[in-house]
């Protein structure tokens, strides 16, 4: 007997959705001016009609708050930073659908380096 296969998505977004606590004055991916981000997101796969190939997903805190609103991109370990509705357009015209990542969009390399070693 056959078994059917599920395919994997093609891309993994990980939107940050933390906000500060109130009364924090600590920065986070989303206040007020940034809230509909991910919405916004969604909604541009949808028309893009590549929802399912790519999944977005919200994530709590990335652990890079001053570079909010930030965005991991999978594979590949790509974080874009200080995120706008015109940047994610841009994200998904060419690095999701051309498969050319927006260089200048990402977080600086100094605050983004080799992965930690699991020291095995
Ligand atoms: S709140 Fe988004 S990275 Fe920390």
Not at 7 to 26: I, R
Not at 61 to 82: A, I, K, N, S
């Amino acid at each position: 007997m056959e078994t059917a296969t599920i395919p994997q998505p093609t891309f993994y977004l990980f939107k940050c959705e933390q906000s500060a606590p109130s009364g924090m004055s600590k920065p986070a991916c989303v206040n007020e001016q940034t809230q509909d981000l991910y919405n916004y997101l969604t909604q541009g796969l949808m028309q893009k009609g590549i929802m399912g190939p790519v999944q977005a997903i919200r994530t709590a805190c990335l652990g890079r708050c001053q570079f909010g609103p930030v965005m991991l991109v999978e594979p590949g370990h790509y974080m874009y930073c200080h995120l706008s509705k015109e940047k994610i357009d841009k994200i998904i015209d060419n690095h999701i659908l051309n498969k050319e990542p927006v260089i200048e969009y990402l977080i600086p390399e100094q605050f983004w380096a080799e992965p930690i070693s699991l020291g095995k």
